[in-house]
């Protein structure tokens, strides 16, 4: 069998901790042990956590992902917590846009590349080293169901996703004899979250969900995935039937979508 990731007395960092699943998340690695390196630009969120679960294992870094002397401050700070080594690294921050791809600008895919898909590849490279040192470590990438299959207007968020899919299997093949285990957690959308981390976003613009969850509901189900080494989780009922109705018949799930986007567009 193989060996389980254990949180007690593990050392992690999780990114976008600040709210939805990430801060679940990092409530429940707190509960059973687990000094956990937290990231994200907002620092009262981040200090209300750290109140709530306690300073010995929660250690704050405040500041935005895609910024490199964030990143280096996070990992010095683990691998000082766990004397050089990482246990587990979440890259959970992300945002999104909702909108026709025509009628955005090249700084909006931009934004979103930089924060989806580039900032978990520059974490991963520079975490690798202290993951090898770990503990039946595992890099946790979060990517989503429309990292699996896309969706009109959600071009660049869709986009972000695929690429970050793409990356954990490439990775997972790469580190395998490190013992360093990549695992995708793909949710739906989360209550709420997505919905607080548009840019450039029309204001009255809305969008369908597919299985939403809490994000407690998705907290549980990474730290259930990341415990037991998974390679990959898709979360919620309604995320499942998208990702495998893709996989069965493309055709027919273009012609559904493009008949809902002819909906919305009528």
Same mark, same amino acid.
């Given at each position: 069998?193989?060996?389980?990731?254990?949180?007690?007395?593990?050392?992690?960092?999780?990114?976008?901790?600040?709210?939805?699943?990430?801060?679940?998340?990092?409530?429940?690695?707190?509960?059973?042990?687990?000094?956990?390196?937290?990231?994200?630009?907002?620092?009262?969120?981040?200090?209300?956590?750290?109140?709530?679960?306690?300073?010995?294992?929660?250690? /704050?870094?405040? #500041?935005?992902?895609?910024?490199?002397?964030?990143?280096?401050? %996070?990992?010095?700070?683990?691998?000082?917590?766990?004397?050089?080594?990482?246990?587990?690294?979440?890259?959970?921050?992300?945002?999104?846009?909702?909108?026709?791809?025509?009628? %955005?600008?090249?700084?909006?895919?931009?934004?979103?590349?930089?924060?989806?898909?580039?900032?978990?590849?520059?974490?991963?490279?520079?975490?690798? /080293?202290?993951?090898?040192?770990?503990?039946?470590?595992?890099?946790?990438?979060?990517?989503?169901?429309?990292?699996?299959? %896309?969706?009109?207007?959600?071009?660049?968020?869709?986009?972000?996703?695929?690429?970050?899919? #793409?990356?954990?299997?490439?990775?997972?093949?790469?580190?395998?004899?490190?013992?360093?285990?990549?695992?995708?957690?793909? /949710?739906?959308?989360?209550?709420?979250?997505?919905?607080?981390?548009?840019?450039?976003?029309?204001?009255?613009?809305?969008?369908?969900?597919? #299985?939403?969850?809490?994000?407690?509901?998705?907290?549980?189900?990474?730290?259930?995935?990341?415990?037991?080494?998974?390679?990959?989780?898709?979360?919620?009922?309604?995320?499942?039937?998208?990702?495998?109705?893709?996989?069965?018949?493309?055709?027919?799930?273009?012609?559904?979508?493009?008949? #809902?986007?002819?909906?919305?567009?009528?």
């Amino acid at each position: 069998m193989a060996q389980r990731w254990n949180p007690d007395g593990s050392v992690a960092i999780v990114t976008g901790a600040s709210s939805g699943m990430g801060r679940e998340f990092c409530r429940l690695l707190a509960l059973q042990n687990c000094r956990t390196v937290v990231v994200a630009r907002r620092r009262q969120r981040l200090q209300d956590l750290t109140d709530q679960c306690g300073a010995d294992r929660i250690h /704050p870094v405040v #500041g935005d992902v895609t910024d490199p002397a964030v990143r280096r401050q %996070a990992i010095q700070r683990a691998t000082a917590l766990g004397d050089g080594r990482l246990d587990l690294l979440v890259n959970n921050a992300g945002i999104g846009a909702i909108g026709p791809f025509e009628k %955005a600008t090249d700084d909006r895919l931009r934004r979103i590349m930089e924060v989806n898909f580039f900032a978990p590849a520059s974490w991963s490279r520079d975490a690798i /080293p202290a993951l090898r040192r770990g503990r039946n470590p595992v890099l946790c990438n979060v990517g989503s169901v429309l990292g699996h299959r %896309a969706v009109a207007d959600k071009s660049e968020y869709c986009a972000s996703k695929f690429a970050l899919h #793409g990356l954990t299997d490439s990775l997972r093949a790469e580190l395998a004899e490190s013992g360093i285990q990549c695992t995708l957690v793909s /949710p739906s959308t989360t209550t709420s979250e997505f919905f607080e981390s548009l840019i450039d976003t029309d204001p009255d613009q809305s969008s369908a969900s597919i #299985g939403s969850w809490t994000p407690e509901k998705v907290a549980s189900v990474m730290l259930a995935a990341i415990v037991k080494r998974k390679s990959e989780v898709i979360c919620s009922l309604g995320g499942k039937a998208l990702v495998y109705a893709d996989r069965l018949s493309p055709p027919i799930m273009n012609a559904v979508l493009a008949r #809902g986007g002819k909906r919305r567009d009528g």
